[in-house]
């Protein structure tokens, strides 16, 4: 059975830091592309990073460039988000994603709210 799970979110004043973790078990993870999305209530659904297997692509909303980074350890089956210099506009659920080929799976994501 496939699972991700999230960890690390919290509640942060605008400018502070936080690391997220996925952990996944039950996939390749290596050979799985990880992304991190987020949903703000009454929002759609939209993805703030994705990092390839290797490490070698990486991916950043326009929002989040240059204050977010992506990165992830396949000898831990994990995937990180260090989020820096956060802004009450990231306030939302984030979800971690893991996609091969079309095969996607999903956590249930880690709550961040940044207060202003």
């Known amino acids: 059975q496939v699972q991700l799970v999230e960890s690390g979110g919290g509640l942060v004043q605008a400018g502070g830091s936080l690391r997220l973790s996925c952990a996944a078990s039950g996939l390749p993870f290596s050979t799985y592309i990880m992304g991190w999305f987020r949903q703000a209530p009454g929002k759609e659904r939209e993805i703030v990073a994705k990092?390839?297997?290797?490490?070698?692509?990486?991916y950043y909303t326009h929002s989040v460039m240059g204050r977010f980074t992506v990165s992830r350890d396949n000898a831990k089956n994990t995937v990180y988000l260090q989020m820096d210099s956060l802004k009450p506009e990231d306030t939302a659920l984030y979800l971690c994603?893991?996609?091969?080929?079309?095969?996607?799976?999903w956590g249930r994501g880690t709550q961040v709210t940044v207060s202003s």
């Open positions: 994603n893991a996609d091969s080929n079309g095969v996607t799976f």
């Open positions: 990092i390839s297997a290797n490490s070698g692509s990486l």
